[in-house]
């Protein structure tokens, strides 16, 4: 398998956040998750953005549309925590056939070596058909540590981010092979489950 022989990868990417669709200041989560994946993966990638606000009916419905369109993987940002207008987990959990907890989880661990507030995060992982859909976080900052982990000066990890784990759950859901850039994010997965490039 050689590079130009990977898979097209469609991923959707949703900003939610009531300002930022409405005008009120410039949305900085979809450049942050664009960058990110742009230098995670060697798939052409083909993206499909939405920013829209903190309404739960229509986080849900962008969700299916994004879906039904054919994305792999979707990836929101924005409306995780506590207060009133954060109803992005609910509204995930509304369209799931399965929920990925492990993914919350390890983005909250990875938050809290920052800020004890991590644990007010209520960030959730579903799959719906064969479509991976993950919350993350509102700050770019804190998308490219919970994507991509911790590393110490000298380069050696820290703490893994999720995306190392994303490739091998879109196989085992019938996706499409996600091949990423080792020196900047290395997927794992297990020997049986590894196509060489070239």
Partial sequence: MTTSSLDTVRIGIVSISDRASSGAYEDK???????????????????EPRLIPDEQAVISQTLIDLVDAGCHVVLTTGGTGPAKRDVTPEATLAVADKEMPGFGEQMRQISLRFVPTAILSRQVAVIRGETLI???????????????????????????????????????????????????????????AIRPLG
Avoid at 146 to 163: A, Y
Wanted: aromatic content about 8%; glycine content about 12%; charged content about 15%.
């Fill in 29 to 47: 989560g979809l450049p942050a998750l664009k960058d990110w994946l742009g230098q995670a993966l060697q798939n052409p990638l083909v993206f």
């Fill in 134 to 192: 993950i919350n993350l976080p509102g700050q770019p900052k804190s998308i490219t540590e919970t994507l991509g982990g911790l590393k110490n000066p000298d380069g050696q990890v820290l703490v893994d981010g999720i995306f190392a784990a994303v490739p091998y759950c879109i196989d085992l859901i019938g996706g499409p092979y996600l091949q990423t850039h080792d020196a900047f994010c290395k997927a794992f997965r297990p020997k049986s």
